[in-house]
Structure formats: C-alpha cells, structure tokens
T-cell receptor, first 112, second 110 residues
Framework: SQTIHQWPATLVQPVGSPLSLECTVEGTSNPNLYWYRQAAGRGLQLLFYSVGIGQISSEVPQNLSASRPQDRQFILSSKKLLLSDSGFYLC???????????FGNGTRLTVT | RKEVEQDPGPFNVPEGATVAFNCTYSNSASQSFFWYRQDCRKEPKLLMSVYSSGNEDGRFTAQLNRASQYISLLIRDSKLSDSATYLCVAKGGGADGLTFGKGTHLIIQP
C-alpha cells in the first residue's frame, strides 16, 4: 500500500533562517505531488505541485521554493523565513488518474 | 474565479442526531468531488468520494446535485467522535483542477 512520510512534525525557526521540509511517498510511481499551507483558522492554500521529476508549478509568488529531485521526493525550501511563513505545511500525493489527494501528517512551522 | 463554498459553522448538534451540510461549486465542468475530515491540528483525511449516483458508507451519505451545483454530506446517528472540520473538494477548476472549500466545523455535544 502507498504511504507518505513528511518531516519534521514541528519546527520553530527564527526570522531570516533557511527552511527545508521533506516529503517522500512509497508504494507508487510517478505520483502528482503537492505542497499546501494552512494558516491558523484558514483554508488550504496550494503552494506548489509537481507532475514529474524537475517539474514544479508555483501557485503563489512568495519566498518559498520547491524541488523534486527524485520521483517520490518533494522538498519545500526557503532561503530566509518571514513571520508570515508560520503555518501548517502539508505534503500530498495522488496518482495520475481521477483520484483524491492523500496527505502527510504535516509540519507545524512557527517563525519567531 | 472557480470557488468551492461551505458554511463555516460551527454546527452544534446533539449526539445521536442527524446533521447535513452542503458545499456549492462554481465550475460547472467539475467532474469529481470528495469530502475530507480534518481534526484539530491534524492533516485532512479522505472521508469519501462523491459519485453521480450518490455514495453511502455506514452512517455517512454523500450526494451530488449537478443541476444546482452542490454536494451534500449527511451524517446519521452522530457520535462525539464525528466532531471535526469537514472539507469539500471539487476537481475541475483551479490549479491542477483541485479546489478546496474552507471547511464546515461540526461539534457533536453529549
């Protein structure tokens, strides 16, 4: 069966520091991969999605970036965090058919 | 802009009651729909897919009304553990075709 791993679970970082969140999927190949952010009390905001290695689509211009160095690995990065980057970051995958998203456990990021 | 709209609630419902809430979508080309459940400070988890013919899974029933462009979720014999936020998703608009509603907050009271 397919599983998705996301880490770390929680993170406290100072303003201006870099960020790297990692997500891997097991048990499937060539999945669509997604990064979402959910601010406190708000809906899910799509940040990036990828349909293949090296293919990244950005939905919201900001100081975050994403990379997909391997088929089942998706990385979210920032060179300098802002206070407004605080939130709950969720990685998700789905296969290329008309299927629902499956989310990782999420990373709760607090920028101080 | 393609939107999925939900009543944010909260819906306060006594245990054992039946509760229903709707989700409207603006993109008439949407083809697939899903309901997710999200507990506080947790990731959304797929509750059920919504098919044209409707879908039932135990105490949960999801229905699609294409003419009026809404989907519904019905929960029968509600349990305390049903307390959560319920997210509606439509495929067919937005980036990569997936658009999330902001969720409906449900509180089941003893």
């Amino acid at each position: 069966s397919q599983t998705i791993h996301q880490w770390p679970a929680t993170l406290v970082q100072p303003v201006g520091s870099p960020l790297s969140l990692e997500c891997t999927v097991e048990g499937t190949s060539n999945p669509n991969l997604y990064w979402y952010r959910q601010a406190a009390g708000r809906g899910l905001q799509l940040l990036f999605y990828s349909v293949g290695i090296g293919q990244i689509s950005s939905e919201v211009p900001q100081n975050l970036s994403a990379s997909r160095p391997q088929d089942r690995q998706f990385i979210l990065s920032s060179k300098k965090l802002l206070l407004s980057d605080s939130g709950f970051y969720l990685c998700a995958w789905r296969d290329r058919r008309n299927s629902p998203l499956h989310f990782g456990n999420g990373t709760r990021l607090t920028v101080t | 802009r393609k939107e999925v709209e939900q009543d944010p609630g909260p819906f306060n419902v006594p245990e054992g009651a039946t509760v229903a809430f709707n989700c409207t979508y603006s993109n008439s080309a949407s083809q697939s729909f899903f309901w997710y459940r999200q507990d506080c400070r947790k990731e959304p988890k797929l509750l059920m897919s919504v098919y044209s013919s409707g879908n039932e899974d135990g105490r949960f029933t999801a229905q699609l009304n294409r003419a009026s462009q809404y989907i519904s979720l019905l929960i029968r014999d509600s349990k305390l553990s049903d307390s959560a936020t319920y997210l509606c998703v439509a495929k067919g608009g937005g980036a990569d075709g997936l658009t999330f509603g902001k969720g409906t907050h449900l509180i089941i009271q003893p």
